[in-house]
Nanobody
Framework: QVQLVESGGGWVQPGGSLRLSCAAS????????VYWVRQAPGKGPEFVSM???????EYVDSVKGRFTISKDNAENTAFLQMDALTPEDTALYYC????????????????RGRGTQVTVSS
């Protein structure tokens, strides 16, 4: 049974940093592309980042240079390091697998976690 459990969210002031974790079970992160997706109130799911099997990464333009995705195969966990946060980054962040990007950054995923809330405000 696929399970994804996120942690690490919270409140942070603009310019601050957070590191999100995604603990996986029922599959191995070494065998799947792992995605980070966010959803702000009143909006649809938005692709943030993904890491492929060999470690290649992709990011939505709005987070390039500020966010870094990584994974630890031994721990079966994926991470999202978020720096220089802005209020526009406020959203529920969740990790997911078996996703399809329809029209960037719109995304649909077969499996996802419940998410962790990130709030950026002063």
């Amino acid at each position: 049974q696929v399970q994804l459990v996120e942690s690490g969210g919270g409140w942070v002031q603009p310019g601050g940093s957070l590191r999100l974790s995604c603990a996986a079970s029922g599959f191995t992160v070494s065998s799947k592309w792992v995605y980070w997706v966010r959803q702000a109130p009143g909006k649809g799911p938005e692709f943030v980042s993904m890491i492929k099997l060999g470690g290649a990464t992709e990011y939505v333009d709005s987070v390039k240079g500020r966010f870094t995705i990584s994974k630890d195969n031994a721990e079966n966990t994926a991470f999202l390091q978020m720096d220089a946060l802005t209020p526009e980054d406020t959203a529920l962040y969740y990790c997911a697998i078996d996703c399809r990007i329809t029209t960037m950054p719109q995304i649909q995923c077969a499996y996802r976690g419940r998410g962790t809330q990130v709030t950026v405000s002063s």
